[in-house]
């Protein structure tokens, strides 16, 4: 007799909540702010208080070596006032920058004080610091008992108005961007701009070319805007520049969780504009090139191809690469001339999304088109307009 065939497909749903809040002075014991991060919709009777470990940039400690003791004076003051705020157990520096994500060594040391102090499934591992640290940190703790509850506090412009947002986590093997990694919505984001205080200006103006890669992509207004305050964004005006980070932010975010694609099970990825070359770029240099500069870099790259494809105007490449100027970003590199090495990347980048390559192309101000393939004696032409105009 044969066998009836049967079928237990069920589409399912998942709810998730991506809390984010923008503040100033997180860890002054009157601001509320980063003790309700914590906060849980619903405490059942019995539950003992839950425990945290603290991961912080090391570039962080450098410049606040009583960082630690910050976290302990918050905490307990919040304690005090009976706000229900986890048990601090470890507070733990891990490198910052790309080294971070170019070997084990930050996620083995996370899973190993997961273990050690005990954190389960619904206490916390709080990451403070840049995109790359967070990636890594995060990664940890979303393979961590399939999961462990993640407190984000971004410490650069990238990370506030980009990397910090996203769901992402991952560490950089055999050379790629990002190789190894996962999916995991972050418990909370709390970002704190008295950080940009801290930072050194590649650090703080990096940041404004994601900035400028999601006004391109969505936003005509916050495009006037970025022009408009560039100077004053670049001479860090926080005034003018917070408004620009919590507008990237905003976007990054709805795209997530309104795109209706916030894993990426799709092939196209409109937010990866500029990005096929930036994580090359960023490979072929040992990482001597930043994320925030290589997108820099790759969104001028791309505009220019979109000119000689004749899908953008050149007056208006010429706004944008004149824009990223402005903000002090940079739009050509050396590595630029080996055009063998680059467009590997785009194999590197099909891969990464898991079908048929899927490139955004601008054509406008808040539009853009897709396309399958790019033609590599065209990226060749585009990167040296690009070195001749960076040489002027």
Same mark, same amino acid.
């Given at each position: 007799m044969l066998a009836i065939p049967m079928s237990? %497909?069920?589409?399912?749903?998942v709810d998730f909540v991506h809390r984010v809040r923008f503040t100033r002075d997180a860890l002054d014991p009157g601001n509320p702010d980063f003790a309700e991060a914590f906060a849980e919709p619903t405490v059942e009777d019995g539950v003992p208080r839950r425990r945290a470990i603290v991961f912080i940039d090391d570039g962080i400690l450098r410049c606040t070596p009583d960082f630690p003791e910050k976290i302990a004076t918050y905490f307990g003051a919040q304690a005090?006032?009976?706000?229900?705020?986890?048990? #601090?157990?470890s507070v733990e520096a891990v490198p910052g920058g790309e080294s971070a994500k170019n070997s084990n060594d930050a996620v083995e040391q996370v899973l190993g004080a997961i273990d050690r102090w005990g954190i389960d499934r619904k206490s916390f591992v709080v990451a403070i610091g840049g995109g790359a640290m967070l990636d $890594?940190? =995060?990664?940890?703790?979303t393979i961590a008992h399939r999961g462990v509850r993640l407190v984000r506090l971004p410490s650069t412009t990238?990370?506030? %108005? %980009? $990397?910090?947002? =996203? !769901?992402? /986590?991952? #560490? /950089?093997?055999?050379?790629?961007? /990002?190789? !190894?990694?996962a999916f995991a919505v972050p418990w909370a984001v709390l970002c704190d701009e008295q950080f940009l205080t801290t930072l050194a200006d590649p650090h703080?103006? &990096?940041?404004?070319?994601? &900035?400028?890669?999601? $006004?391109?992509?969505? %936003?005509?207004?916050?495009?006037?805007? #970025?022009?408009?305050?560039a100077q004053a964004i670049r001479a860090r005006d926080l005034a003018?520049?917070?408004? !620009? #980070? +919590?507008?990237s932010a905003e976007l990054h975010l709805s795209h997530i969780a309104d795109g209706g694609d916030p894993f990426e099970l799709s092939e196209a +990825?409109?937010?990866d504009f500029g990005h096929w070359a930036a994580h090359k770029i960023e490979s072929m240099t040992g990482y001597e090139v930043t994320h925030g500069e290589a997108v820099a870099i790759g969104i001028a790259l791309d505009c220019q191809y979109a000119v000689l494809a004749k899908v953008l105007a050149a007056p208006l490449a010429a706004r944008i690469e004149s824009l990223l100027h402005a903000l002090?970003?940079?739009?050509?590199?050396?590595?630029l001339e080996d055009i063998d090495q680059l467009v590997r990347g785009l194999e590197e980048f099909r891969e990464h999304l898991g079908g048929r390559l899927n490139i955004t192309l601008l054509t406008g101000v808040g539009a853009s088109t897709e396309v399958h393939a790019m033609d590599h004696a065209m990226i060749a032409r585009a990167a040296s307009s690009l070195a001749v105009r960076s040489v002027r």
């Open positions: 237990l %497909d069920r589409p399912f749903h005090r006032l009976g706000l229900p705020v986890p048990e #601090i157990r $890594a940190v =995060g990664y940890a703790s990238l990370s506030m %108005d %980009d $990397a910090g947002m =996203g !769901v992402k /986590n991952g #560490i /950089n093997r055999f050379g790629k961007k /990002n190789f !190894v990694g703080y103006l &990096a940041g404004f070319s994601e &900035a400028v890669k999601i $006004a391109c992509l969505k %936003d005509p207004g916050l495009f006037a805007r #970025i022009e408009q305050d003018k520049a917070m408004p !620009v #980070i +919590r507008r +990825r409109p937010l002090g970003l940079p739009t050509w590199h050396r590595c």
